[in-house]
């Protein structure tokens, strides 16, 4: 099975950085998912890692250590449009969603 | 042009009614999935097929059987409804790409409240 753990909310200023840190425990790794998700919206795709390091793309940036089961989606430049929920996800085909770490960005 | 469409949005029924979400997806893709997300957020996989074959088949109440008559379609039927049914129904589909992962394309979620 899985167990994905994610704070539940942050809150940060418009400009800043915030660092959402995921923690996953699996019987088998296939890869990491970053999603994003607005309000009433559907999930969409941020990042993959498959590999240990720093994947960047952008404002955004994921790190995986697989050693730890650790994962963090990093977020520079804050702006409004990024307040959302954002979902760390597990596995291939089957994937394991966290609960979501609900991010607030304030003027 | 939408990648992954869902019908109907919004779905209000009685408990222990039957009730069908359809879902189509343009993108070419093998894949597609059912998702429950509760009010907690939580999105939990339900149900997969590939090339119409099913491949994923979590626990859930037989009440639900998915049915895929081609690979651009996957839709849910819904026997007796219950009020825990009551949750947002997310599609996706996914081919796995050139990056060689999964990423999986949602559609946008069908609202049911079972009274």
């Known amino acids: 099975g899985q167990n994905i753990d994610q704070p539940t909310e942050m809150t940060a200023t418009e400009g800043a950085i915030v660092q959402i840190n995921c923690t996953y425990q699996?019987?088998?790794?296939?890869?990491l998912f970053w999603y994003q998700q607005h309000a009433g919206e559907a999930p969409t795709f941020l990042s993959y890692?498959?590999?240990?390091g720093l994947e960047e793309k952008g404002r955004f940036s994921s790190f995986l250590s697989r050693s730890k089961g650790y994962s963090y989606l990093l977020l520079k430049e804050l702006q409004m449009k990024d307040s959302a929920s954002y979902l760390c996800?597990?596995?291939?085909?089957?994937?394991?969603f966290g609960a979501g770490t609900t991010v607030t960005v304030r003027a | 042009d939408t990648a992954v469409s869902q019908t109907p949005k919004y779905l209000v029924t009685q408990m222990g009614n039957d009730k069908s979400i359809k879902c189509e997806q343009n993108?070419?893709?093998?894949?597609m999935y059912w998702y429950k997300q509760d009010s907690k957020k939580f999105l939990k996989i339900m149900f997969s097929?590939?090339?119409?074959?099913?491949?994923i088949n979590e626990t859930v109440p037989n009440r639900f059987s998915p049915k895929s008559p081609d690979k651009a379609h996957l839709n849910l039927h819904i026997n007796s409804l219950e009020l825990g049914d009551s949750a947002v129904y997310f599609c996706a589909s996914s081919q796995v790409g050139t990056g060689g992962h999964n990423e999986q394309f949602f559609g946008p979620g069908t609202r049911l409240t079972v009274l």
């Open positions: 996800a597990v596995g291939d085909y089957k994937l394991s």
């Open positions: 699996t019987s088998g790794f296939n890869g």
């Open positions: 993108l070419g893709h093998d894949t």
């Open positions: 097929y590939n090339n119409k074959e099913l491949i």
């Open positions: 890692n498959v590999l240990d």
